[in-house]
């Protein structure tokens, strides 16, 4: 059990680890420190090997006191000559249930909680800042595209510093497709997502996500002083900050204008899109909101949202913390997410796209292979059909009957060379039912909830490109496979340069400059060219491109479709 933590740990926590450093292939001259004059105000960076640093920089007025679960607020004044060498602050953080009995959580918790982790983090409430990576010696009016990342971790856990871009822009630079690379913070867990009618008659739902937007705004005010396009920004996410790429597409029905022109023209989404969920005021959000109220002190307070946000740090963040984390039983059946609330988003996002109430852009979506490995650790005691039956209605889906949830199950083989880890025949079943489970989980959240969200997509923007991938670049991993967040080392970071590394960052920069992963034209060069033609998707031809480590190739996306078709047919009876 201790081992498994440990590859826990590495999975998800591991994620935190700093970028590894740009090589030391040449001294760093002496030079004067970078400093941008941006309407932000005067920003001191920071020189490195090939690019320059610009770390920690507000965008909103510390959301604390007062204005803890309040929607961002834009400064209104300038930051003066802001020192921007240091390491941003991560914002509160979820890593595990405060009231847990279970061990892995208990491990999870216990190493997150430990004063040296703490420290490192720099977790403030005070935490909505923009990093900025750009090449050394890009100035105003260079016009170089922007890069605008947002961090994954089940909208619990995760922060900007952790995904120092240096290396990606670094890469870029090679390529001869040097770009402006971004990441920011926005508040997660139940500082940016709590739920509840409370919130909702507050107008405080969605926080985190209102972040974001704001961020974006940011980047158009600002970026230009940077050497960056604001007409040229995609936005790239991961996991949540894949869910939340596409929310940003969808909220105010779609609208992403700011000042009368569009904050992104385009959108890159690693296992993550449409998460169909239940209104911000619905039962079990309340449950959660009542829960987070109780742990607090607050329950019978005339204002108990007012209490909430005059209640100490300490004990606000213990009692955020009390309810079910991803890394716990529950997995994927989150306790905070994104939920409709009527103004930012307005409907759960399957009937947005649906409607096509989105920003249709071009897009790059696809999945890891093993979605579901890592959120089917959890789960020793859900060895059968039955049992998991109980599971997804209990924890997931409360408005499906026992027998369609029978029937979703059924669809899903028994037998164990059948499940995720896939193409691993008899091996890595740690507990009866794990990879059946793994296949499941992974199907519902991501694989699969992929392919409904772009059949709607090309149904009702079909003159809109979009591409897919499946990644299998981690074929044989022990337990876990090609797995969720795996593409963190293996895509962001670049930590195994082999074939997948380079081509998927290649078909990347390729898209950031022309919105199109085939296209290596522009930049300073076309050594971003691309050995194999990524076909696009649509409603006739539906292929996939499958990275491995030595290879690509391809694949078509018909694969499970009978648990495809289910998820179509009952899609109203299939919300978190």
């Known amino acids: 059990m201790k081992g498994i933590a440990a590859l826990i740990t590495a999975a998800l926590l591991g994620q935190a680890a700093a970028a590894p450093p740009e090589p030391p292939t040449k001294v760093i001259e002496k030079r004067a420190a970078p400093t941008v004059t941006a309407p932000a105000g005067s920003i001191v960076g920071v020189n490195r090997i090939a690019t320059e640093a610009f770390n920690g920089i507000p965008f909103a007025k510390p959301p604390v006191g007062p204005l803890r679960l309040k929607p961002p607020v834009k400064l209104d004044s300038s930051l003066g000559v802001f020192d921007a060498t240091g390491i941003a602050p991560a914002c509160p953080q979820f890593f595990a249930d ?18 040296f982790f703490q420290k490192a983090l720099k977790v403030s409430e005070d935490c909505l800042t923009v990093n900025v990576i750009r090449p050394t010696g ?25 995904y120092d871009g240096g290396p990606l822009v670094s890469g870029a630079i090679t390529m001869g497709k040097p770009y402006v690379f971004v990441a920011i913070n926005y508040r997660v867990g139940g500082f940016g997502f709590l739920p509840g009618k409370e919130i909702l008659a507050d107008g405080s739902a969605n926080l985190g996500h209102l972040d974001q937007r704001l961020a974006l705004e940011w980047v158009a005010d600002n970026i230009a002083a940077f050497g960056g396009d604001p007409d040229r920004v995609t936005i790239w996410g991961e996991s949540a900050g ?31 899109s449409i998460v169909p969920a239940d209104p911000v005021d619905c039962a079990k959000s309340q449950a959660i909101y009542d829960q987070v ?59 947005l796209v649906r409607g096509g109430k989105y920003a249709a852009v071009p897009m790059i979506i696809g999945d890891q292979e093993d979605e579901g490995t890592l959120f089917a650790l959890f789960q020793s005691n859900v060895t059968s059909s039955d049992k998991i039956v109980k599971y997804l209605g209990d ?53 699969l909830t992929r392919r409904v969200f772009l059949e709607a997509a090309t149904t009702v923007n079909p003159n809109v490109p979009a591409w897919s991938y499946l990644a299998s670049y981690d074929q044989g991993t022990p ?24 081509s998927i960052q290649s078909y990347y920069a390729n898209f950031v400059y022309n919105l199109d992963p085939n296209d290596s034209s522009g930049g300073t060069s076309s050594k971003s060219k691309v050995a194999e033609n990524w076909p696009r998707w649509t409603g006739q031809d539906r292929k996939l491109i499958n990275f491995f480590a030595d290879r690509n190739g391809y694949l078509n996306d018909d694969f499970r479709s009978d648990a495809a078709n289910f998820i179509v047919s009952n899609a109203a009876s299939l919300y978190f």
């Open 242 to 272: 894949a869910i939340s790429v596409f929310n940003q597409m969808a909220l105010y029905d779609g609208d992403n204008t700011y000042n009368g022109k569009p904050l992104f023209h385009g959108a890159i989404m690693n296992s993550g």
């Open 98 to 115: 405060s009231d847990s009995n279970d061990l892995l959580a208990q491990v999870i918790g216990t190493v997150s909680g430990l004063p």
């Open 395 to 447: 924890l997931y889906f409360h408005s499906a009957s026992k027998q369609q949830l029978q029937t979703l199950v059924n669809i899903y083989s028994p037998w164990v060379w059948d499940g995720s880890p896939f193409r691993s025949g008899l091996l890595n079943e740690i507990y009866p039912g794990f990879k059946r489970l793994a296949a499941l989980l992974g199907d519902l959240v991501f694989t």
């Open 479 to 502: 337990i876990m496979g090609t797995f969720h967040a795996s593409d963190i080392l293996q895509v962001f970071f670049g930590i195994l340069p082999n074939y997948a590394s380079k």
């Open 293 to 351: 109220v109780s742990k607090a002190g607050c329950a019978g307070t005339t204002d108990t949202l007012a209490c909430l946000r005059q209640a100490p740090y300490d004990k606000f963040i213990a009692a955020a913390n009390s309810v079910p984390s991803i890394l716990s039983y529950n997995s994927v059946a989150l306790s905070y997410l994104p939920r409709p609330d009527g103004k930012v988003l307005t409907k759960s996002p399957d009937i």
């Open 138 to 162: 890009t100035k105003a009016g260079d016009k170089l595209p922007v890069l605008f990342w947002i961090f994954g971790g089940g909208f619990e856990l995760g922060w900007s510093s952790m």
